[in-house]
């Protein structure tokens, strides 16, 4: 405990009400004591006009002390966020200290330690830390009403998630990527969690069997993260026939092809992100998810085979595109032009190392 206050566990990781109720148990029988000793030995032996000013601020302090304590106390309003960088926020619901490398082992534990015994804890964000199987462990236990779970960038395998799908079935956001889970960690959450949706996955070992099965058995799935993964459009195809509702789709750096997309256009209209950059897809199936999912917002497609072509249709049936990625493909003035004055709410446009020049910019 030592080690963990030393490294500023106590300013990371200040918990809301919880340290002003503490602070106000410190100055009920710590600094209230003291003050009462220097005020009574004041009284009998008297002293500087300073002393008074001394007692008085003393005394006053603690006054404010308690009763902040108590008012926190009574409202039971423990923080909704509790982040390493110190923001907080409302009711204790969400705990997140994602990207916190520098936390040390002892710091962690506490943590964990805290997290594992609140049961009503619904959101857990530990991307980027060096948690272990047992902490998830414990985590699984203590509290199973979990909806929303970050792991990603952790070094964490199939034991965990496994854990995890046994002992949090209402879990609704699975973050993993960059993890150690293979297809039997997706498997079983695709059992034990029929009510996903969101399930982030890049970056993994999986193949079309996890994904498959968990297109079968999580029909709500609105968000799927699959890029630099071994799927194929086998996988895709099934996620589009079973999972109606998807808005989200990261695909880059796989083997999909314009099957798989012409299949989430037909199936999917709801599609609102697409990133595809360094996949196979050409114009023929992305003009025909412009034209039939016209409430995209954000399309990338760098590093594609993609033209002129796909461009027009997506400025023509997408006006409320934001974000469009094209860096490294054969797009021209004309498309640029175009998609500019099509989608007016355009935030982002990437194209570098394309066809544009000085004109369209």
């Known amino acids: 405990p030592q080690r963990a206050l030393d490294g500023g566990l106590h300013d990371r990781a200040a918990m809301g009400s919880l340290n002003k109720v503490l602070a106000a148990l410190e100055c009920a029988f710590e600094s209230l004591p003291q003050a009462l000793v220097q005020a009574r030995v004041f009284a009998v032996e008297g002293g500087s006009p300073l002393n008074v000013l001394s007692i008085a601020s003393s005394l006053l302090g603690v006054a404010i002390g308690i009763c902040m304590g108590l008012q926190h106390y009574f409202r039971a309003q423990p923080v909704e966020r509790w982040g390493l960088s110190g923001q907080l926020h409302g009711s204790s619901q969400v705990v997140a200290w994602s990207g916190a490398m520098e936390c040390d082992e002892d710091a962690l534990a506490a943590l964990i330690a805290y997290a594992s015994r609140e049961p009503l804890l619904i959101a857990i964000d530990v991307s980027c830390t060096s948690i272990a199987y047992a902490d998830v462990a414990k985590l699984s236990k203590g509290c199973p009403g979990l909806t929303r779970l970050w792991l990603n960038g952790t070094a964490l395998g199939d034991d965990a998630v496994g854990d995890l799908a046994r002992c949090c079935s209402s879990l609704r956001t699975v ?54 993964t071994q799927v194929t459009d086998v996988a895709v195809v099934e996620l589009a026939r079973g999972c109606p509702s998807l808005r989200v789709v990261h695909l880059n750096s796989t083997q999909v092809t314009d099957v798989a997309i012409r299949e989430l256009a037909n199936l999917c209209p709801c599609m609102r992100d697409v990133h595809l950059h360094n996949t196979q897809v050409t114009d023929v199936a992305l003009s025909e998810l412009a034209q039939r999912c016209p409430g995209l917002h954000e399309v990338a497609l760098a590093d594609t085979r993609v033209t002129d072509v796909t461009i027009r249709e997506l400025a023509k049936c997408c006006p409320r595109l934001q974000e469009v990625h094209l860096h490294n493909t054969q797009v021209a003035d004309v498309a ?8 007016p709410g355009l935030r982002v446009v990437s194209l570098g190392s394309t066809q544009v020049t000085d004109v369209a910019i």
């Open 175 to 228: 973050g993993l990527r960059g993890t150690q889970v293979s297809d039997v960690a997706v498997v079983q959450l695709a059992t034990g969690c029929p009510g996903l949706q969101t399930v982030l996955l890049g970056g993994t070992h999986v193949s079309d069997v996890a994904v498959v099965k968990l297109a079968r058995g999580c029909s709500n799935l609105q968000e799927v993260g699959l890029g630099g």
């Open 336 to 343: 640029a032009v175009e998609l500019a004055r099509g989608c």
